[in-house]
């Protein structure tokens, strides 16, 4: 406590590190302080002990302040490191007061031992969580101090895996204030306390508040429409009129409504008085980013709570109020597949209480997101190039990272994203007769595929072998990613959303020729379930009907969650297409 017996909080960090080699070196010459006003700063002291046993000593008056991509840092500069030097350092900074918080315990580099503690007032009762690790926090009294502690031994080093929550899987604590002892028992922060509290604060209303919402809505004029035309006129006025502006505090209706900017919380506002007045059912929803940390249901933490959605449970179906580039019915893959707290508003008597449950986020279904492709592949007379036309078909997550920067891009740069979708990977390819169709931001749109028809012709995809030509078939289907595992698994596998891909390859065989080696085409590479459920694949054919090659490919993905014993399989699968691009048939002269 303050001499003024305000809560404050602070945090002390000792570290000492051996810097073994160069690459150590240039991890450790510089160390970042999570502060940028050097006021929040109360103490640093540190020493560096080369490998000659000389001693440098650095204080505050050595600390600089330094900008990185607009954001400034505190740092020690250590000049002069090498190889078998020792690094010993604290500092405490003054933090501001959060009565949640996490504290990642793994890093890039291996650490022998690690101590974490949380020291409170004897009063305050402070709970914390590990995750990813088997450590558990043990809790003393001591000096009418409560301190919970856990402690590590050979934290080993975290790297980036493809296919992976990477910083959620980090091993890290999470920690709360759960009761004030010298006021009773009752737990603080619960999950059913955010529901009140956020309920109260999306969707109260004061009555020019209110008045300048109805006045809106009466100019929409969507009295006439469905359910879902209503929410989608709601949230297209809003996200093309009214911007977020992440610095801005400002959440009062009537001045978000004039000024059209306002804070998230503000817009937020604006959508749930909007759905109110259109007399549309809602729950709101507070998650996090799976891929910053799973949301965990039996530990109420509001660190949780980042990020807000919609939910409309007579329809059911989700909207993100600030994502942009999505429409109702579809919101960023980050948020599916994680834990939401929802709050729903129930009616008792003439008052509307929230209701709290945590609950699943569903994942977007396989359907819903495809990127398909039909090509039709003819030849010069002096099979001097392929020609191809294609159709190129894409929706849902599939389409979120392409439609909306074609729509708001300019000619010119509409041009280099179609020639980046299209272009082969063994030349500059020229493509003609460009024709895109559903390319606007618009909830009527989200239903439809964003296509790209157009005619491209190429000499890489042919290549002469005496009276007969090699047809690089596979390449046809664009560049594949390809997994290499150059270290043991770690993580559990995590892609991105269910999608899946159907490519068609029709090829016109000239007169006098016919094809041999169509049989490389075929393809069949699967994880079942137990009941023989296919999770994800890939899978190719083909057919030969008199002057006509037909090749079909078929990649879903069914579940973005697999286990590391399960990782080789789902590989294989991933680098199936890879070795599809590497398929070449035969047109043989008769």
Request: net charge negative; with cysteine.
């Amino acid at each position: 406590f303050s001499e003024s017996n305000e809560l404050e909080m602070y945090s002390f960090r000792h570290k000492i590190m051996a810097v073994n080699d160069d690459k150590g070196v240039q991890m450790a010459n510089r160390i970042f302080l999570p502060a940028r006003d050097p006021q929040y700063l109360e103490e640093l002291q540190a020493r560096v002990i080369n490998k000659s046993g000389v001693v440098k000593v650095l204080t505050k008056d050595d600390m600089k302040q330094i900008t990185e991509d607009d954001v400034e840092y505190l740092i020690l500069a250590i000049e002069g490191l090498e190889a078998g030097s020792e690094i010993e350092y604290y500092y405490m900074l003054k933090r501001p007061l959060n009565y949640w918080g996490t504290e990642t315990l793994q890093s890039s580099y291996f650490v022998r031992s690690s101590k974490l503690e949380i020291i409170t007032p004897l009063n305050l009762v402070t709970e914390a969580k590990i995750y990813n690790g088997t450590n558990s926090f043990s809790e003393k009294v001591e000096d009418d101090k409560r301190i919970l502690s856990c402690s590590f031994d050979s934290i080993v080093p975290r790297y980036n895996e493809q296919y992976s929550a990477n910083d959620a899987n980090e091993l890290r604590a999470e920690f709360k204030l759960a009761r004030n002892t010298a006021k009773g028992d009752k737990r603080f922060f619960t999950f059913d306390d955010a529901g009140e509290r956020y309920w109260s604060v999306i969707t109260t209303n004061d009555k020019d508040e209110i008045k300048e919402v109805k006045s809106l809505m009466k100019k929409l004029n969507i009295d006439n429409k469905t359910e879902s035309g209503k929410i989608s006129a709601i949230e297209d006025y809003i996200k093309t009129n009214i911007q977020l502006v992440e610095q801005s505090d400002e959440d009062q209706l009537k001045v978000i409504l004039k000024n059209k900017f306002g804070s998230e919380t503000g817009i937020v506002r604006l959508y749930a008085a909007m759905l109110a007045q259109a007399d549309i059912r809602f729950q709101l929803v507070l998650t996090c980013s799976r891929y910053e940390r799973a949301f965990d249901k039996d530990f109420d933490s509001w660190i949780f709570l980042q990020n807000y959605l919609f939910y409309f449970p007579d329809i059911k179906q989700y909207l993100d109020p600030v994502a942009i580039t999505y429409r109702l019915g579809l919101i960023p893959y980050i948020y599916e597949g994680n834990n939401g707290l929802f709050i729903a508003g129930v009616k008792l008597g003439d008052e509307v209480v929230p209701f709290s449950e945590v609950k699943k986020i569903e994942q977007a279904s396989v359907s819903k997101s495809y990127d398909n492709m039909d090509c039709v592949v003819t030849f010069d007379k002096d099979f001097g190039k392929a020609r191809v036309h294609q159709v190129r078909s894409m929706n849902g997550h599939s389409a979120v990272g392409i439609r909306p920067y074609y729509f708001l891009s300019k000619e010119d740069d509409k041009k280099q994203i179609v020639n980046q979708l299209v272009q082969l990977k063994g030349e500059e390819t020229q493509i003609t007769n460009v024709k895109v169709t559903n390319d606007s931001l618009t909830a009527e749109n989200e239903t439809k595929p964003f296509t790209i028809e157009c005619d491209y012709s190429s000499a890489y995809l042919l290549e002469a072998a005496g009276d007969n030509y090699i047809l690089k078939i596979g390449e046809i289907i664009g560049p594949q990613v390809e997994m290499y595992n150059e270290k043991p698994r770690v993580g559990n596998v995590l892609m991105e959303f269910c999608h899946s891909y159907i490519r068609n390859i029709k090829v016109i065989i000239p007169d006098g020729y016919e094809v041999k080696g169509a049989d490389k085409t075929k393809m069949n590479i699967v994880i079942d379930e137990k009941n023989g459920t296919r999770l994800i694949g890939f899978t190719s054919d083909y057919k030969l009907t008199g002057n006509t090659l037909m090749v079909t490919v078929h990649e879903y993905y069914n579940t973005t969650e697999f286990k590391v014993a399960e990782f080789e399989s789902f590989r294989k699968v991933i680098n199936a297409s890879a070795d599809f691009n590497k398929v070449s048939v035969v047109l043989s002269k008769k």
